[in-house]
């Protein structure tokens, strides 16, 4: 009785062991993918926003108008341009999220799919294995 609590005991403390490992490897991927997926949509969105992309050329000088109420028109571009820079990383971030969560969603719906395939294979095959009776 002593030995089958202690091997409990020591089997839970392995279960607890693994789980911490597969918790810190998996914040370890989630923070690597979402790191590499953050630089990839900066440097994306960042080359969108050159001179030659007409789109957001309104935006500077109506940020740098805003900013000069505050500042005076010395910080104003350097605040505007740093405004600029920081929407440009929060929606970097964004999309890196979206594309974290698209794969685990994947992930998520292949296993699924493994699942239930395992599943509909155990039932069908459940009535052709059945062996001897027990107790015959």
């Known amino acids: 009785d002593f030995i089958t609590v202690s091997w409990n005991r020591f089997h839970n403390q392995?279960?607890?062991?693994?789980?911490?490992?597969?918790?810190?490897?998996?914040?370890?991927?989630?923070?690597?993918?979402?790191?590499?997926?953050?630089?990839?949509?900066?440097?994306?969105?960042?080359?969108?926003?050159?001179?030659?992309?007409?789109?957001?050329q309104p935006t500077i000088p109506s940020l740098v108008q805003f900013f000069s109420t505050s500042r005076g028109p010395e910080g104003a571009l350097q605040l505007a341009l740093a405004h600029l820079g920081q929407q440009v990383a929060q929606e970097a971030t964004l999309m890196a999220t979206l594309d974290y969560f698209a794969g685990i969603s994947v992930f998520a719906l292949v296993a699924l799919a493994m699942l239930l395939l395992g599943l509909a294979w155990r039932l069908a095959h459940a009535g052709s294995s059945a062996g001897p009776a027990r107790g015959a």
């Not at 994306?44 to 789109?55: K, Q, R």
């Open 14 to 56: 392995d279960k607890n062991m693994l789980s911490q490992f597969a918790t810190a490897g998996g914040v370890a991927i989630a923070t690597l993918v979402m790191q590499w997926r953050s630089s990839h949509h900066y440097d994306h969105l960042a080359s969108s926003l050159g001179a030659d992309n007409p789109a957001p």
